[in-house]
Each structure stands twice: as structure tokens, then as C-alpha cells.
């Protein structure tokens, strides 16, 4: 039995190098790159989300439908808000998806709590975000996507703003904000000893749209700075961690971390986010190195949560 479970975890891991070592090319793993404009932010999103719009499983009412393990069907709002964030990037060239775009924004408004939450309730005994749970980074997608439909004239701001600030009020409260040593993180799930990067970034561009729209940078800037105290621990030299728990990011997040890092740079105007950037980009010369890293810390924590598969968005 040791001996079969030794084998299995060998192949597990091996399975996983060279996956990541080739790439992946699939709908969920596209690279979202910052835009190279970012006058034009307020329109659209922060990172490229236009190959987003192109959703090749099933639709629902004009939805995407996820089936979490292939076989539970889920409307899961990462998914959905991705969605209508590629499609806002279309929308600026071809207005004939309009109904579609309002259409999500509709279904997203109608599904949010009465406390501002989106709620995921699919059942499982694995998924960090199911049987009823929140996250953050749902929450800053939620607030960028509703605030971009009021920008681009799809929605009415007088009918969808307190939506929006409900949506804050929770992404901010103790139930998706974790502290370390005083510096307050945007939880992608509530797991504070996890604390996802670019989860909480998410979290964070969000807080930066709606404070931008109250002419407020305050609560940003105070986010902002734990981040920067915080990303130390996020470091592995020229690579990054996924989490605070230490698990090695797979090249497809690592380099979302670089683009984030980037729209970071841009909008506070601190360096420190281009040194990050600029250092973890060297990285990616050296990335079959870390990727066999990450594929050894596999092998070896197989029965740990693989949030990196969990999460697909």
C-alpha cells in the first residue's frame, strides 16, 4: 500500500511538471496582461480580460455555467463576472452584445445578499468556497464590473450604486479581511493563514474603483500599504508564492503576479510594485527551475488543498 501510494503521488507529481512546464492553454488559464492604456480603465478592466468573453462550456440564460470536478454544476460568479468583464472590452467596438452585458449585470444585482455578499452554494467538503461561503476577490470583480456598467451607460447609477457600496461594506468587514502583524488583507476565501495574492489583489483593484468614484483614496491607500509590507512573504527571490502558506505559484500565476504587479505600479506610483515585477520577470528565464520546485512541493503535500485547482478563476 506505501509503496502504491508512493507511485501514484511520483506520477501525480510528474504529471503536474510537465503540465506546467508546457503550458497551459486552456480558457482558464489565458494570460490577463494590463492594459496598455490605462486612461481607458474606467471602461475597462485593469488586465486584459477580452478572451474571457469567449466561454466554451455551457450557457445558462446567457450565463456560464461551471461544473466544479466535472460533474456539480455551480453559477459561479468569478466565472460570470470574468465574463462580463471580456465582454465590456468588446463592447467598446461592437455595441450589439449590450443586452448581454446588461443581462449579467441584471443576474449579478438579483443575486446578491441582503448583507452585499455573493454567496457560493454548491455543496463539497473540499472547495474553500463552498456551502455558502464568500470571497473577496468575487467582491472587488463584482464592484469593477458593476462600476465599468455604469461608466460605458448600461446601467443607471442612481438604481446600482448602493449595490455597490453594500458590496464594499463586506468586502471590507472581519468576515473576508484578515490582519498580520497589524497589515489588513482582501481574502480570496477566509483562510487567513493562506491569504492568496492575487485574490486579494482582485479585492484590492475593486476597493481602488470604488474609492476613485468617491473621490476618496484613503481606505486604498491604507490596503495598499499593508500589501507592501506584506509582499516580502510573498517572495522566493526571482519567483513568488501563490499564498502566505508558502505553496510556489505555477508559471501561469506567477505571471499574473508580474501584470498585477504592473497595475499596481501604475495606479499608486510606487516603485516597489515595478521592483517586484522587474525581479520576478527575470524569473521567468529560470521558470522550469521553480516549476520543478512547485511540482517537488506536490509530490510531497499531495494531500494538502491544491487551491492553485480549487479556484480556477
Known amino acids: 500500500m506505501a509503496l502504491a ?15 506546467d512546464a508546457m503550458g497551459k492553454g486552456d480558457y482558464w488559464h489565458v494570460r490577463l496582461k494590463s492594459i496598455e492604456d490605462m486612461s481607458k480603465s474606467t471602461h475597462i478592466y485593469f488586465l486584459d480580460m477580452t478572451l474571457k468573453s469567449y466561454y466554451p462550456g455551457e450557457m445558462e440564460n446567457g450565463i456560464p455555467v461551471f461544473y466544479y470536478n466535472g460533474n456539480v454544476k455551480v453559477l459561479f460568479y468569478t466565472t460570470v463576472i470574468n465574463y462580463g468583464l471580456g465582454l465590456l472590452n468588446r463592447y467598446q467596438s461592437d455595441n450589439s ?9 441584471n443576474w449579478l444585482i438579483k443575486s446578491q445578499q441582503e448583507d452585499g455578499s455573493w454567496r457560493y452554494d454548491f455543496i463539497s467538503d473540499s472547495h474553500p468556497l463552498s456551502n455558502g461561503k464568500a470571497s473577496g476577490m468575487t467582491q472587488g470583480l463584482a464592484i469593477s464590473f458593476l462600476l465599468r456598467c455604469i461608466h460605458c451607460g448600461l446601467l443607471e447609477k442612481s438604481s446600482v450604486f448602493t449595490n455597490v457600496q453594500n458590496a464594499v461594506k463586506f468586502m471590507l468587514s472581519d468576515r ?45 491607500d491604507e490596503y495598499v500599504e499593508s500589501l507592501v509590507n506584506l509582499l516580502p512573504k510573498y517572495n522566493l527571490g526571482w519567483w513568488s508564492y501563490y499564498d502566505l502558506s508558502g505553496s510556489i505559484s505555477s508559471r501561469f500565476y506567477h505571471q499574473l503576479h508580474i501584470d498585477m504587479m504592473d497595475v499596481l505600479g501604475h495606479l499608486t506610483g510606487h516603485l516597489i510594485f515595478k521592483k517586484y515585477a522587474d525581479a520576478w520577470r527575470v524569473g521567468l528565464k529560470f521558470s522550469l527551475i521553480f516549476i520543478l520546485m512547485k511540482s517537488m512541493q506536490k509530490l510531497w503535500n499531495i494531500k494538502k488543498i491544491d487551491r492553485n485547482e480549487t479556484n480556477k478563476e
Open 5 to 19: 501510494m508512493i507511485i501514484k503521488n511520483l506520477k501525480y507529481g510528474i504529471y503536474r511538471f510537465l503540465e
Open 97 to 105: 452584445i449590450k443586452d448581454e452585458i446588461i443581462n449579467i449585470a
Open 176 to 220: 473576508i479581511v484578515s490582519e498580520h502583524d497589524g497589515n489588513k488583507l482582501i481574502e480570496e476565501y477566509y483562510v487567513p493563514s493562506t491569504s492568496v495574492l492575487n485574490g486579494s489583489i482582485f479585492g484590492l483593484f475593486g476597493l481602488y474603483d470604488y474609492c476613485v468614484e468617491i473621490n476618496d483614496l484613503k481606505l486604498f
